[in-house]
């Protein structure tokens, strides 16, 4: 479970970047636990100057790995 912050997210995203490395790109879906003012994940991510972009409301298909999860 997540805290306000998106702490959990935070431990997802760091522990992705030093199993395999830091994105150069990510695609996201605007949640508030990526998004938020002062989440850790956001925060995270601007440290290692990841670029993201996030996709428009209902609209999976801006998204490749929507389809990769589903099969």
Known sequence: MED???DTIDHVY???AND???PEK???DGY???IGKNT???KAIRKHEVKYHLSA???PNQNP???VLKK
């Open 40 to 42: 850790t994940f956001l």
């Open 20 to 22: 395999w490395d830091i």
């Open 65 to 67: 790995t929507k389809d």
């Open 4 to 6: 306000s912050k998106g």
């Open 14 to 16: 760091t522990d992705f």
């Open 57 to 59: 409301p209902r609209t």
């Open 26 to 28: 990510l695609t996201m």
């Open 32 to 34: 508030s636990s990526q």
